[in-house]
């Protein structure tokens, strides 16, 4: 069995890259833990990847985890990705609390543009991702996540 906790250097590297806030309301605190964007309870050798991981509330990642409704959410935000993607650095991540796509490239983000990230999400997804996107957009959940980070 590998090891499930993250290592010190990775948590680093994500803290410099995404400062210490949740991805998804910008809260900060004791309540962070790194979330696996893929894979994140096996023992796959490649899931503390920097590009793999984003800091989210824990009780936000339980809820991506027994909640569909959320977990579709958050697939449609680019926080959580089916185990079946051959790249997760190959699917764009909304930073809720800055209104922003980026693509995460190792210790990096690059900012994309909303048309790019819808692009890239149907070439990964298919049509099956209008869907999840229509219905996150349409979300009280994520409707009151997102103005949660707007401060």
Same mark, same amino acid.
């Given at each position: 069995?590998?090891?499930?906790?993250?290592?010190?250097?990775?948590?680093?590297? $994500?803290?410099?890259?995404?400062?210490? +806030?949740?991805?998804?309301?910008?809260?900060?605190?004791?309540?962070?833990?790194?979330?696996?964007?893929?894979?994140?309870?096996?023992?796959?050798?490649?899931?503390?990847?920097?590009? /793999?991981? #984003?800091?989210? @509330?824990? $009780?936000? /990642?339980?809820?991506?985890? !027994? @909640?569909?409704? #959320?977990?579709?959410? !958050?697939?449609?935000?680019?926080?959580? +990705?089916?185990?079946?993607?051959?790249?997760?650095?190959?699917?764009?991540?909304?930073?809720?609390?800055?209104?922003?796509?980026?693509?995460?490239?190792? @210790?990096?983000?690059?900012?994309?543009?909303?048309?790019?990230? $819808?692009?890239?999400?149907?070439?990964?997804?298919?049509?099956?991702?209008?869907?999840?996107?229509?219905? !996150?957009?349409?979300?009280?959940?994520?409707? #009151?996540?997102?103005?949660?980070?707007?401060?």
């Amino acid at each position: 069995m590998s090891d499930r906790r993250v290592p010190r250097r990775q948590l680093e590297a $994500l803290s410099r890259r995404d400062g210490f +806030v949740c991805v998804w309301t910008a809260t900060e605190g004791d309540r962070l833990v790194p979330q696996h964007r893929q894979g994140g309870m096996g023992g796959r050798p490649d899931k503390h990847r920097t590009e /793999n991981l #984003l800091w989210l @509330d824990s $009780l936000l /990642n339980g809820g991506i985890e !027994a @909640d569909a409704d #959320l977990a579709e959410i !958050a697939k449609a935000y680019g926080i959580k +990705v089916p185990i079946w993607v051959p790249d997760v650095a190959a699917v764009p991540v909304f930073f809720a609390h800055e209104h922003a796509w980026f693509l995460l490239e190792g @210790d990096e983000r690059r900012e994309i543009s909303a048309v790019e990230a $819808l692009d890239r999400m149907h070439q990964i997804y298919g049509d099956e991702y209008f869907a999840w996107k229509a219905r !996150a957009d349409q979300s009280p959940r994520a409707a #009151l996540l997102a103005l949660r980070g707007s401060r």
